[in-house]
């Protein structure tokens, strides 16, 4: 850093992708770095809840990829957060592309457990039209707009002539199987349907070597070892921001204007803004002043940013095998890979799929972790909690044919209605390319105007080009902002 430079410096937003910023300035010698934080909270998006005596998370779940390459997971294991297993270097070395290998139990919808060995093909068709994705990256057109529209003609096709051999009632169970992976599939893109997924921009998505990983404790756990290394009074929580107000004239004037809810207007050199997307695209017009360059704009508003919620359930003793991972739902009417239900508020509870099993509990505790995404989560997360609990029974009732199953406590999560998020995380919508992305993480103003550099920088998963939606891509960009700031002074003469 140049000897004279002393830049005023605020970040808006203290989840993982604002506080990497900032720690990374602050190590490099930056005096004048704040925080503005809307919430009376560090964290952003990683939040962690209890259930009973039970960690859960309501936010992020899982380290994708642990590795060496995920600064996520190097901090983890550096802060000594992560057990025995997640350190193991074959589990380092396996490349999962987010697809674990995980132990499964499957239950049909007329009560029946069906055996792993039966459903094998739906679970092998399904990975196998995944990986087929990849050929279509990049592709600037493709024989299907969605991964929904290529998985459900593909699916269909394949169907008739690897399956022809199997009886009409198999082929058909291994189909409405299939229709479970892709709601699997649909919450891990936090997505309404795989409709609406691009085809082409669904291979930007880079994953990482390594088996995905929970922490033993919280993952709020990281959160305040990273708060730990940073000046005390650097975040200022409860302080929403109204408007950014930056120059994009030619002269010479290269002060923002940050102002707060409460009145206040800050001046600064730098914003680097890690508002979530979803807050982004609701309020846009009345956050910058001057409004955001159109094509810039044009790609807040093209890339998608939907909702994946959990629904945390307790029992006092399990109804699934000791060895198990992951327990699949069958609807037995969905042969058609669809995956449309018509009435959401009756029939909201046939999106759950898929319910994970907590790892880590409390003794004499058993937790699962449903997932419900789109429409019907966010219908989810109205409903009254008496109503919720009774839902969940009854569906696990009817899939385990046992009368008896009487949930202890559950627990959801409510990310569209919360005023600071509005949803979970981005995905690449039909139409998105590559450049969209570049888009998100420009900065203002725009390269060739005459005005100051450098006024508003973009962080956050959203403006990641690979590594979007998840915990390492918000990481990165933070510290890739902090670089752009730390490079710029470094070549500005003093």
């Keep these: 850093m140049a000897a004279s430079a002393d830049p005023e410096i605020v970040v808006i937003g203290c989840g993982i992708s604002g506080m990497a910023a900032a720690h990374r300035l ?6 004048r770095v704040r925080i503005l934080e809307a919430t009376a ?7 962690s809840g209890r259930l009973g005596n039970n960690i859960t998370e309501i936010g992020a779940s899982y380290i994708h990829g642990p590795s060496e390459e995920n600064p996520v997971f190097c901090l983890a294991r550096d802060y000594g957060l992560l057990d025995a297993e997640a350190l193991k270097p074959e589990n380092q070395a396996m490349y999962i592309d987010e697809r674990p290998h995980w132990s499964p139990n499957w239950f049909s919808c007329s009560g029946q457990r069906l055996s792993a060995e039966l459903m094998r093909p739906a679970m092998d068709m399904f990975n196998e039209l995944m990986d087929e994705t990849e050929q279509f990256h990049n592709r600037r057109e493709t024989p299907w707009p969605s991964v929904g529209h290529f998985i ?12 022809k051999d199997k009886d009409e009632n198999t082929r058909e169970l291994l189909l409405c199987g299939l229709s479970a992976k892709l709601k699997d599939e649909v919450c891990a893109s936090a997505t309404h349907t795989m409709d609406e997924v691009d085809l082409a921009g669904f291979s930007m998505f880079k994953g990482l ?3 995905d990983c929970n922490l033993p404790g919280a993952f709020e756990d990281l959160i305040k070892n990273l708060m730990s290394e940073l000046p005390a009074d650097l975040v200022s929580y409860n302080r929403p921001v109204r408007c950014v107000h930056w120059n994009d004239t030619e002269d010479g004037v290269g002060t923002v204007t940050v102002e707060c809810d409460d009145g206040e207007r800050i001046a600064a050199d730098h914003v680097i803004f890690t508002v979530p997307l979803g807050y982004l695209k609701k309020h846009h017009s009345t956050l910058f002043c001057p409004p955001l360059p159109a094509h810039k704009l044009y790609s807040v508003q093209k890339l998608g940013f939907g909702t994946c919620n ?3 359930v307790e029992f006092e003793s399990p109804w ?3 060895d198990c991972d992951i327990i699949h739902l069958v609807w037995e009417d969905e042969g058609d890979v669809l995956v449309h239900i018509k009435d959401i508020s009756k029939s ?6 898929t319910f994970t099993v907590l790892k880590y509990c409390e003794r004499g505790s058993h937790v699962l972790c449903g997932w419900i995404s789109g429409q019907e989560s966010e219908y989810m ?3 009254p909690e008496e109503e919720l609990r009774s839902s969940i029974t009854e569906l696990i009732r009817t899939f385990t044919g046992n009368p008896t199953i009487t949930p202890r406590g559950i627990l959801r999560t409510q990310w569209f209605h919360d005023p600071w998020t509005c949803g979970s995380f981005c995905y690449p919508a039909v139409g998105v390319t590559a450049q969209d992305l570049e888009n998100m993480m420009e900065p203002l103003p725009v390269k060739g105007s005459q005005s100051q550099p450098l006024q508003v920088l973009f962080a956050g998963e959203a403006t990641h080009p690979c590594y979007y939606s998840t915990i390492h891509g918000a990481l990165l960009t933070g510290w890739r902002e902090a670089d752009r700031l730390i490079s710029h002074y470094t070549t500005v003469s003093p």
């Design 310 to 312: 959990k629904i945390y």
């Design 348 to 353: 909201w509870i046939k999106k759950m799929s």
């Design 320 to 322: 699934w095998d000791a």
């Design 41 to 47: 909270r560090s964290g952003g998006r990683i939040k």
């Design 381 to 383: 997360e109205s409903l």
């Design 152 to 163: 459900r003609s593909e699916a269909q096709q394949r169907a008739a002539e690897k399956w």
């Design 209 to 211: 070597r390594g088996l």
């Design 26 to 31: 602050v190590r490099a010698g930056f005096q």
